[in-house]
């Protein structure tokens, strides 16, 4: 049996509702990746945008959870705020930040995407992460479908994953959307 890539890494994992709800990727993708031997440390918080992980934000106030290794999922106060990442990093010292972000990046409520904001928070993220010289994977948001409370669109999605792609370097960048439907 091949041995995993992961075995030993130590993972940051942070991102908005998709690592603050449980049954979603907290729980999902969390599993996978303490299954192939990594140490995860995991923190969501709905609502959440990159340049809320440069300081203490409460971002949308709409939940959030925690999770370490192989425990449980910790639902946390729906007004819990993020942390910022240089003392997230300094405190689990990971080989490898994963962002989980886009959804809420998208302004799927707006006629246009803010793409000058959504540069502005995801090269202040990115600078942040690099600065301290720990490697990062950014992932984008996935396809799901048009409508529902947050009007999310599936163009838009595109428009924000095309985005994210050119623009999370020196992170590398994997798009949701050739996985999904």
């Known amino acids: 049996m091949a041995a995993s890539l992961l075995a030993g890494m130590t993972i940051l994992m942070i991102g908005d509702s998709h690592l603050a709800t449980p049954g979603y990727l907290i729980t999902s993708l969390h599993e996978d990746l303490v299954a192939q031997g990594a140490k995860v440390h995991t923190l969501g918080v709905c609502g959440s945008n990159a340049g809320d992980w440069l300081k203490a934000s409460p971002a949308g106030q709409c939940g959030a959870a925690e999770r370490r290794d192989s425990g449980k999922v910790v639902v946390l106060s729906d007004k819990t705020a993020t942390k910022p990442i240089s003392e997230l990093i300094a405190a689990d010292k990971p080989d490898l930040v994963l962002v989980v972000l886009g959804d809420t990046m998208a302004g799927y409520d707006k006629p246009d995407f803010p793409k000058t904001w959504a540069w502005q928070q995801t090269k202040a993220l990115t600078a942040a992460i690099a600065a301290t010289g720990t490697r990062c994977v ?23 994953s095309s985005f994210l792609a050119t623009n999370v370097a020196p992170c590398d960048y994997i798009a949701s959307l050739k996985f999904s439907v």
């Open 138 to 160: 950014w992932v984008g948001p996935n396809r799901g479908s048009d409508g529902g409370k947050y009007k999310k669109t599936v163009g838009r999605a595109e428009v924000v």
